[in-house]
């Protein structure tokens, strides 16, 4: 299943976005295929894409819990003032990193978002 990652009301969002994808690629958590930050097409006169402030990230159902608990630790180690949208299909999760949620409620919250998507 794929999963968009937005990152909202940081000063650098699509660095903050490099951050999080590089932190994530790292963890190297089972079942998570790929975690790639989107580009978009460079504008003419541009020598290259610009890097967005979203991430699509792969991943199995059973790498829900362990991609939560992940980002978690992600927003515990950096405290970024910012806010992240989970997306799933329709279904939308909005994190406040300022005042983020504990890890049971993420982990509720991020099952509820893949529950009807399993």
């Known amino acids: 299943m794929q999963l968009a ?16 994808a590089n932190w994530l690629r790292n963890s190297r958590l089972k ?10 097409p460079p504008a003419p006169g541009e020598q290259g894409p610009e890097l967005q402030a979203l991430l699509s990230v792969v991943l199995a159902g059973p790498a829900v819990v362990a991609f939560v608990h992940c980002l978690f630790r992600y927003l515990e ?42």
């Open 31 to 40: 079942d998570v295929d790929e975690v790639r930050q989107e580009q978009s």
């Open 77 to 118: 180690a950096r405290r970024p003032k910012m806010k992240i949208k989970l997306k799933r299909g329709t279904e939308t999760l909005e994190i406040d990193c300022t005042n983020p949620p504990s890890l049971e409620e993420l982990t509720d919250a991020a099952e509820a978002l893949f529950k009807d998507h399993t």
């Open 5 to 20: 990652l937005s990152i909202e009301g940081a000063d650098r969002p699509a660095d903050m976005a490099a951050d999080l």
